[in-house]
């Protein structure tokens, strides 16, 4: 199994523990939720910096016959991308422990906080879909995490559809 | 180099669909209802009060959440993975 595979799976089961610990902030409280969510915004950035290669070439081939699987994954996860800044762009503007140590105040107004709240349920839906599509990665990668070896490294949609 | 070119496409991007976002809240009258950092905090800590009446402090949310990606990926990925297999039937 190659490192990249395993950083990445590594990488990624970190980042969806923190996101499920940031989806409660009732439990964790609000700093933790703001730190850890901050955290997270640059694991996201990780997350996409190794899967850069795919992000273009299906941009580049977006328009092109053949893509209807990748094609579907790319706008989920642009949706993905702009609800989570959504979620980060909200939560700053209503943050009560990261904003504030900084020494700034921003304007408070209940917009946000709906919208914080309604982004958060949004990315629930897109991150179950987004598991799901990956979920053949996931689990392959994971296996051989334990027994060693080999990993088909492609998600199912894009095995089939962006080859060609 | 090649990083942190990626890094500030990523930023750069992130940053102009934030802004767009803040634009859109903003045009919308949001600031209008401009509420102090006291009424805010009140209406959080009541409504926390409300949350821990129950006694326990099991991470619900964490198992809500869980629950409800899987009722939405399971079907979704059982569905692909039927329409992946009968493309390769037809094939
Ligand atoms: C992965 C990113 C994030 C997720 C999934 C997330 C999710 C949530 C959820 C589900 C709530 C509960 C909403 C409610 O009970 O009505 C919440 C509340 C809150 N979040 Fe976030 N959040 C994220 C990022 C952030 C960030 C970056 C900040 C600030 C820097 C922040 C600040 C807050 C605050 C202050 C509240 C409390 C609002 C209230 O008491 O009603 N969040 N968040």
Redo the contacts between chains.
């Keep these: 199994m190659s490192k990249q595979n395993r950083i990445k799976l590594l990488l990624d089961i970190l980042t969806f523990a923190a996101f ?2 940031a ?5 964790s409280g609000i700093s933790i939720h703001e730190w850890l969510s901050i955290a997270i915004a640059a694991t996201v ?1 990780v997350h ?2 190794l899967n ?1 290669d795919w992000i273009v070439r299906v941009s580049s081939r977006l328009f092109s016959k053949g893509l209807n ?1 990748s094609r579907a994954n790319y706008i989920l996860n642009w949706l993905l ?2 609800d989570g ?2 979620i ?2 909200s939560g700053i503007m ?1 943050s ?1 422990a990261v904003v504030p140590s900084l020494g700034l ?1 921003l ?6 906080r709906s ?1 914080h709240d309604l982004s958060a349920n949004i990315s ?2 897109l ?3 987004h ?3 990956h ?1 053949n990665w996931i689990a392959s990668t994971a296996k051989r995490l334990f027994t060693g070896g080999e990993v088909i490294t492609k998600p ?2 894009e095995r ?1 559809d962006a080859q060609a | 180099m090649k990083v942190i070119f990626q890094i500030l496409v990523i930023l750069v991007v992130a940053a102009l669909i934030g802004g767009m976002m803040y634009a859109a809240v903003n045009a919308g009258g949001a600031m209008t209802q401009t509420q102090t950092r006291s009424d805010f905090d009140g209406e959080r800590l009541e409504r926390e009060h409300e949350d821990r009446e129950g006694g326990i402090m099991l991470p619900f949310g964490v198992v809500k959440s869980l629950i409800f990606m899987s009722v939405v990926g399971v079907p979704y990925f059982l569905w692909t993975k039927r329409s992946v297999q009968a493309g390769r039937v037809q094939k």
């Design positions: 499920l610990i989806m409660d902030p009732h439990t950035i996409l910096l850069w699987g991308f702009v800044i959504l980060m762009l209503i009560e105040t304007p408070q107004n209940f917009t946000w919208l629930l839906v991150m179950g879909l598991l799901a599509l979920w199912m949609m089939k």
